[in-house]
C-alpha cells in the first residue's frame, strides 16, 4: 500500500491538475471527466488511475471509491476540481440554486460524502468580482456548514509567477477538514520563464512534411536542454519531481500536426510585432522574452466546436503548435493529446497548468505532514488508440452514450443569446 497521500480529481479533463498534483507528491486514485475524448487521453497519461467517464451527476462517493479500488473507510486526502459555474445571483434568491451552478453543488455534495482531509476548488477569475462573487460566498458558506475551514482571504493566482510562461489568472480554494491544519498558498517564482526559454529547443513543424497529416515525427532537439526546457524534457529527476517517471519515446516530436496557412496570411504573421495584435485573424504574436497570452479552449460541439486562436510563433510565420501550447502551459513531452489540433488544444485550453497544481500540492503536502518519497515504479502509457478516437469511438469506449448535446440553433430566443452573453463573459473570466 502506498504512503503517498491519496487524491481524487473532478473534471478531470486530459489530466492538468492531475499531474501537477502527482509530481507534488500525491497518488490520483480516481478521475472523473464527463467528455469520453478528454477521459481516453487522461487515461493514456495515467494508466493506473481509475477514469469515470461520466457527469459526477450520475455517480456518488462510494461508485468512487470502488472506481479508485480504495475500501468504505479508507482515507482519501484530497479532492479536487474547477466545478463549472455560469449561474448569475438573482435579489433575494440564492446563487447556487441556479441550475446552471448545478455542478457546484454536486462538487461539494461528492466532498461530503468522501470526506476528504483537504479540498481544492478551481475555478474563473470572474467568480472574484460583482455579482458573481455572491456563488463565491455562497461555496464558501456550504463548504464550512459541511465541517471545513476555508483559507481566507482566497486568492488568485497567476501561473507566470509559477513556472509558466503564461499569463493565466484562475481563482484556488483550499480548505482543510475540522481537525487538519490550513495550508498556506504557494510563494511566488522569483523569475519568469520566457517564451524563448520554453520553446527555443523545438524545431519548426514545418520542416516536416508527415506533420501535414499526422501528429508525429521522428526529430531532434535544436538544442542541448537547460533550465525550463530541461525540465519539460525530463532530462533529470527534477523534471519528474515527485511524480511517476513514464516510460515514452523520446526520438518523437508529439502533438505537432500542422496548420497550412495562406501566404498572405504569413505576410500577415510575419509583419505583426511580438507581443501584439494580428489585425485581421486577432491572434496574439508571442514576444521572445515576454509570456505567452491566456491559451483558452475554445467551444465544444454544442456550441458549433469553434478552435479558440492559437497565438503566432515569435519566429515562425505561423500558429503554434498543439506540443508547443503544452510547453507554455507547463506539460511534459512525453505527456501526449488527442491527435487533433481541436481537441488537443480543448484539452491544454481547459487544464490547470501542471506546474501551478504541483506548486499547491506541496503546500497541501506540507500542511497534512505526508513523508513524500519519489516512486521507483516507472509507468507505460496506455494504448495510442486512445489518443485518436472521436467521440462516438471514445464513448463506445467507455460504454456510454454520446454526452454532448446538440447544438441549439434558434436564433430568435434572445432570453436565450443573453444567457450565453453572460457565461461567456463569466469563462473569459
Excluded at 465541517?147 to 482571504?153: A, E, I, T
Excluded at 509558466?164 to 483550499?174: A, D, G, K, N, T
Excluded at 515527485?242 to 500542422?258: A, D, E, I, P, V
Amino acid at each position: 500500500m502506498s504512503t503517498r497521500p491519496i487524491a481524487i480529481d473532478l473534471f478531470a479533463g486530459a489530466g492538468g491538475l492531475s499531474l501537477g498534483l502527482e509530481q507534488a507528491g500525491f497518488d490520483v486514485v480516481c478521475a472523473v471527466e464527463i467528455d469520453p475524448v478528454h477521459a481516453c487521453v487522461h487515461k493514456y497519461n495515467f494508466p493506473n488511475c481509475g477514469v469515470i467517464a461520466q457527469s459526477i451527476e450520475d455517480i456518488d462517493g462510494k461508485y468512487i471509491r470502488k472506481a479508485a479500488g480504495l475500501k468504505a473507510r479508507e482515507r482519501v486526502d484530497l479532492v479536487a476540481g474547477g466545478a463549472p459555474c455560469q449561474g448569475f445571483s438573482l435579489m433575494g434568491q440564492r446563487a447556487l440554486d441556479d441550475p446552471r451552478n448545478s455542478l457546484v453543488k454536486e462538487y461539494i455534495r461528492i466532498i461530503d460524502e468522501i470526506k476528504p482531509s483537504y479540498f481544492l476548488f478551481e475555478n474563473v477569475k470572474g467568480l472574484t468580482v460583482g455579482r458573481h462573487k455572491q456563488i463565491l460566498d455562497e461555496i464558501i458558506s456550504e463548504l464550512e456548514s459541511i465541517g471545513y475551514n476555508v483559507l481566507h482571504p482566497w486568492q488568485v493566482l497567476n501561473a507566470k509567477e509559477h513556472g509558466v510562461p503564461q499569463s493565466r489568472e484562475r481563482l484556488f480554494l483550499m480548505g482543510a477538514r475540522k481537525g487538519f491544519s490550513l495550508p498556506k498558498y504557494p510563494e511566488k517564482c522569483a523569475d519568469t520563464v520566457t517564451c524563448e526559454e520554453a520553446l527555443c529547443d523545438i524545431p519548426d513543424a514545418e520542416e516536416f512534411d508527415e506533420l501535414i497529416n499526422a501528429d508525429e515525427v521522428k526529430f531532434k532537439y535544436l538544442k542541448r536542454a537547460k533550465g525550463y526546457s530541461a525540465l519539460m524534457r525530463c532530462t533529470s529527476s527534477a523534471g519528474w519531481k515527485n511524480g511517476y517517471k513514464r516510460k515514452w519515446n523520446h526520438q518523437l516530436l508529439t502533438s505537432s500536426l500542422r496548420t497550412d496557412h495562406t501566404e498572405t496570411s504569413r505576410r500577415r504573421f510575419k509583419e505583426t510585432e511580438p507581443g501584439s495584435i494580428e489585425k485581421i485573424s486577432r491572434f496574439f504574436k508571442l514576444s521572445k522574452q515576454g509570456v505567452s497570452n491566456t491559451l483558452r479552449a475554445g467551444t465544444d460541439s454544442a456550441r458549433g466546436a469553434f478552435t479558440s486562436p492559437r497565438p503566432i510563433h515569435y519566429e515562425y510565420p505561423r500558429c503554434i503548435t498543439v506540443r508547443e501550447m503544452a510547453r507554455l502551459h507547463g506539460f511534459p513531452d512525453w505527456f501526449r493529446f488527442h491527435e487533433t489540433k481541436w481537441h488537443g488544444a480543448r484539452q491544454i485550453g481547459n487544464a490547470v497548468p501542471p506546474p501551478l497544481a504541483c506548486s499547491i500540492g506541496k503546500e497541501i503536502v506540507c500542511a497534512g505532514k505526508y513523508q513524500v518519497i519519489p516512486p521507483d515504479t516507472v509507468l507505460s502509457l496506455g494504448k495510442k488508440s486512445l489518443l485518436e478516437v472521436d467521440m462516438s469511438s471514445a464513448s463506445k469506449y467507455w460504454g456510454i452514450e454520446t454526452p454532448i448535446a446538440k447544438r441549439n440553433r434558434k436564433s430568435g430566443n434572445k432570453k436565450r443569446k443573453q444567457m450565453e452573453i453572460e457565461e461567456a463573459m463569466l469563462r473569459v473570466g
